[in-house]
């Protein structure tokens, strides 16, 4: 069974850094684009960035270029996203999602984490 | 960045009833437009993809269509676990790729 957890998130200062973690399990991780979306009750669902299988490409919404960065680490199953300089409209619930095809970035999410929620407030 | 704009935003239905959800592309996406069902609680999930094929699982009462820029999902006759959040997303264009802001079906 595919199962995607993150962890990582809460309430962190504006200007803070936070970094999330997602853990893979039930498939074979290293051949998958892996991807970050967020959702806000007022702008809704919003694809963050996504990665490649062996991590040599990255792709961001320009909204966090330069602040968020997306990584992976294949012997441990897992897919990062560092977060620096929050800002409040950074809030939302995060969550890792898998690329549906395997070896090409499709751009569709077939299995979704749980979500997990970062505020950002003073 | 190509933005999507789902119609109505909220559809209030019956079980049993048709469900239609418009989704409105603002430039030709081709057939690169997928649908997702989201419940309260609960991670999205996907439901169609290029335009109107139905991913693993789906029941066979969900169908998409469209191509270009007006697209539709609709619901042949709903249940009562259909009733939630549908979000059309583009694929055309990334990055990034866009989502509509939703369509809340509700009894």
């Known amino acids: 069974e595919v199962q995607l957890v993150e962890s990582g998130g809460g309430l962190v200062q504006p200007g803070g850094s936070l970094r999330l973690s997602c853990a893979a399990s039930?498939?074979?991780?290293?051949?998958?684009?892996m991807n970050w979306v967020r959702q806000t009750p007022g702008k809704g669902l919003e694809w963050v960035a996504n990665i490649n299988q062996d991590g040599s490409e990255e792709y961001y919404v320009d909204s966090v270029k330069g602040r968020f960065t997306i990584s992976r680490d294949n012997a441990k199953n897992s897919l990062y996203l560092q977060m620096n300089s929050l800002r409040a409209d950074d809030t939302a619930v995060y969550y890792c999602?898998?690329?549906?095809?395997?070896?090409?970035?499709?751009?569709?999410?077939?299995?979704w984490g749980q979500g997990n929620l970062v505020t950002v407030s003073s | 960045e190509i933005v999507l704009t789902q119609s109505p935003a909220t559809l209030s239905l019956s079980p049993g009833e048709r469900a239609t959800l418009s989704c409105r592309a603002s430039q030709s996406v081709s057939n690169f437009l997928a649908w997702y069902q989201q419940k309260p609680g609960q991670s999205p999930r996907l439901l169609i993809y290029?335009?109107?094929i139905r991913a693993t699982g789906i029941p066979a009462r969900f169908s998409g269509s469209g191509s270009g820029t007006d697209f539709t999902l609709t619901i042949s006759s709903l249940e009562p676990e259909d009733f939630a959040v549908y979000y059309c997303?583009?694929?055309?264009?990334?990055?990034?790729?866009?989502f509509g802001q939703g369509t809340k079906v509700e009894i």
């Open positions: 290029d335009a109107s």
């Open positions: 039930g498939f074979t991780f290293s051949t998958y684009w």
């Open positions: 997303q583009q694929r055309f264009n990334w990055p990034p790729t866009t």
């Open positions: 999602a898998r690329d549906a095809v395997q070896d090409t970035a499709m751009v569709l999410f077939d299995y």
